[in-house]
């Protein structure tokens, strides 16, 4: 860890902030689209702030080989190939030479799905420079998958961009950002070296590098505060977290837990927000260990836990996780 994070400094080189796209401008989806005033607004704020811009697998690598990253170093993905990212994003991080991350579902694609690229327009993509991730062959629920299903769809949709493409991803993004312990080796057996969910939190050196998390960016969670704290935030380092499976099948409400590692510099100032009852119970056993004690079980699908804790610089420093409920 960089010297000025464990003094409480706001520098930080071991980790970035990654966020996540789906529409843009599409008013009618304003859980998942972005509204194009606020999506200028985070290119001007990424291209005025200081912020290094950086290709995701760049950071991953450096992420995977503990190497020094510089300080607010950000990602951009977008998932699943709506035409409005082609339409709309495309165009305007071109002009402001921001790099980013396409994640493609190949059935969609395949079908020719209305308000879905083509095939020719996602070439168009990767001639200038766009990299081409994986979201599987139909966009499943993953969680709930049997590992031979989550195989059959990994080797279809990884035939069909290397047949369209020439490309065979390495990069992965899970369906609705839905994970389970038993999707990480049918993952990492089709090739693929990182994989992402939805969670919010900065991608650091100790996190699962299959199951990392992104900021998603929507109408609702797209205004330019929360932009900005997020791009600017640093890891919070966390290890022995409980539950290690984030598909929730016993036990709900799940025993959720943590030890902070040494750089967490506002232990006394550590909060944790559910997405289902808000400003969370937090226990602390002994000087690093938290545990989270919610007063209900999870609802069914997805649900969310963002801890935070600030640094002396102003910045946050952030984790969370993503757990999922089989409806």
Known sequence: LAAGLMAGSATATDGAAVFLYHRFGESRYPSTSIDLPQFEAHIRELKSGGYAVLPLAEILEAIQAKKP?????????????????????????????????????????????????SWDQIRELVKGGV???????????????????????????????????????????????????????????????????????VAGSVEDLLYLPRFA???????????????????????????LDPYITTNNPPAIG??????????????????????????????????????????KGRSRLNCTAPTSGGRWQWTGWQYYVRP
Request: glycine share 6%; net charge neutral; hydrophobic share 40%.
């Open 131 to 201: 990299t081409i991730g994986s979201q599987t062959a139909s966009h499943p629920h993953m969680a709930q998958m049997s590992a031979d299903g989550v195989r059959a769809e990994l080797t279809k949709s990884n035939a069909r961009i290397q047949a369209e493409l020439g490309v065979t991803p390495t990069i992965f993004a899970y369906p609705y950002g839905e994970a389970s312990l038993a999707n990480y080796a049918p993952v990492r057996e089709a090739g693929f070296r990182f994989a992402l969910g939805q969670h919010s939190g």
């Open 217 to 243: 960016l929507n109408e609702s969670f797209g205004d330019i505060d929360r932009f900005k704290r997020a791009a600017t935030a640093v890891p919070l380092t966390v290890r022995d977290v409980t539950p």
């Open 69 to 117: 990253l510089p300080d607010k170093a950000v990602a951009l993905t977008v998932d699943d190939a709506h035409v409005s990212a082609y339409a709309e994003a495309w165009p305007r991080l071109k002009a402001a030479g921001l790099p980013f991350t396409l994640f493609i579902a190949t059935d969609p694609v395949d079908g020719k799905t209305p308000d879905y690229m």
């Open 258 to 299: 943590f030890t902070v590692a040494d750089n967490v510099v506002s232990l006394d100032r550590l909060q944790c927000y559910s997405s289902n009852e808000g400003l969370a119970k937090i226990e602390r056993l002994g000087d690093k260990r938290f545990e989270i004690r919610l007063k209900r079980p999870l609802p």
